[in-house]
């Protein structure tokens, strides 16, 4: 059974930087590609970033590309979000995700997978 398990949130002052986690475990799952998501209060999911398996890279959507980045340990267990210069407007709950295939989508309906989500508050 794949599970996902997010940590690494918080409050933090605008400007500020943070790094989230996604602790991924399960039969193949160092074959699925793993995306970042977040909701807002009131807004729908948005798609952050995802990496593909088997160095086929990394995609981000254009609101984020300059701040934030994705990457994962060499034990392909652990896929990290790397966030700098945050704004209020960064303010949500961030999952990640797996899709059973090693190429990532932008589609949070291609997903399989979800974690529960981890908090980001960035407030002075």
């Known amino acids: 059974q794949v599970q996902l398990m997010e940590s690494g949130g918080g409050l933090v002052q605008p400007g500020g930087s943070l790094r989230l986690s996604c602790a991924t475990s399960?039969?193949?799952?160092?074959?699925?590609?793993v995306a970042w998501f977040r909701q807002a209060p009131g807004k729908e999911r948005q798609f952050i970033a995802a990496?593909?398996?088997?160095?086929?890279?990394?995609i981000y959507a254009d609101s984020v590309k300059d701040r934030f980045t994705i990457s994962e340990d060499n034990a392909k267990t652990t896929v990290f979000l790397s966030m700098i210069d945050l704004n209020p407007e960064d303010t949500a709950v961030y999952y990640c995700?797996?899709?059973?295939?090693?190429?990532?989508?932008?589609?949070?309906?291609?997903?399989?997978?979800w974690g529960q989500g981890t908090q980001v508050t960035v407030s002075s």
């Open positions: 995700a797996a899709i059973r295939k090693p190429i990532p989508s932008g589609q949070q309906g291609d997903y399989d997978y």
């Open positions: 399960g039969r193949s799952i160092s074959n699925y590609a």
């Open positions: 990496i593909a398996r088997s160095n086929f890279g990394a």
